[in-house]
């Protein structure tokens, strides 16, 4: 099983700075990665795909990079509805199968 | 529009069975993977398993191998989860989830709303 670190649990950033989040896969999955924000009660919701393609009407302040094993997830100028948690996904295998989040990284307004 | 409708919440007894459903509309039912999440009180995202609607095949996550069947019913656009052997440590949200058929898009990107299943004696 590939397992996906995410780092740092918490991060606390105040509004209109950058927003900087990791992953970290334990062996290589390409490109073959996602992010996704979840807000509380809500369902997740896809951001990156393919490490550094944004979802439809994403906006363009959150962006993706990385590949191999180390990822990032920027969001430049963070607005207040930004603040949620943020999960990587690994799809390295193909059709899917083996599917692994990271544990999560929680944006908070400092 | 494009959505995935999910049963309603469940209450069951350790050792009982569960069965979800999720209805697609708004999009070909056949192009479309579809996945199962789940997500204990407070804690991360866990991926169970995977079907392919137009044949129906699975593939499980080895955690929930033996406890866990997907199907589907192309009449209905419907696919269904459903978790044996039912322990308190099961009590999640579970998300129904599509995802593409095609590697170089391939994502997460419609979620069901999800369904809360309580195991408790």
């Known amino acids: 099983e590939i397992v996906m670190t995410q780092s740092p649990a918490t991060l606390s950033v105040s509004p209109g700075e950058r927003a900087t989040l990791s992953c970290r896969a334990s062996?290589?999955?390409?490109?073959?990665l996602a992010w996704y924000q979840q807000k509380p009660g809500q369902s997740p919701r896809l951001l990156i795909y393919?490490?550094?393609t944004r979802a439809t009407g994403i906006p363009a302040r959150f962006s993706g990079s990385g590949s191999g094993t180390e990822f990032t997830l920027t969001i430049s100028s963070l607005q207040s509805e930004d603040f949620a948690v943020y999960y990587c996904?690994?799809?390295?295998?193909?059709?899917?199968?083996?599917?692994?989040f990271g544990q999560g990284t929680r944006l908070e307004i400092k | 529009q494009v959505q995935l409708v999910q049963s309603g919440a469940e209450v069951k007894k350790p050792g009982a069975s569960v069965k979800v459903s999720c209805k697609a509309s708004?999009?070909?039912?056949?192009?479309?993977?579809m996945h199962w999440v789940r997500q204990a009180p407070g804690q991360g995202l866990e991926w169970m398993g995977i079907i392919n609607p137009t044949g129906g095949s699975t593939n499980y996550a080895q955690k929930f191998q033996g406890r866990v069947t997907m199907t589907r019913d192309t009449s209905t656009r419907t696919v269904y989860m459903e978790l044996s052997n039912l322990r308190s440590e099961d009590t999640a949200v579970y998300y129904c989830?599509?995802?593409?058929?095609?590697?170089?898009?391939?994502?997460?990107?419609?979620w069901g709303q999800g369904t809360t299943v309580t195991v408790s004696s």
């Open positions: 062996q290589s999955v390409s490109s073959n």
């Open positions: 989830a599509r995802g593409s058929s095609d590697l170089t898009s391939y994502g997460l990107d419609v």
């Open positions: 708004g999009y070909t039912f056949t192009s479309y993977y």
């Open positions: 996904q690994q799809y390295n295998n193909w059709p899917p199968r083996d599917i692994t």
């Open positions: 393919g490490a550094s």
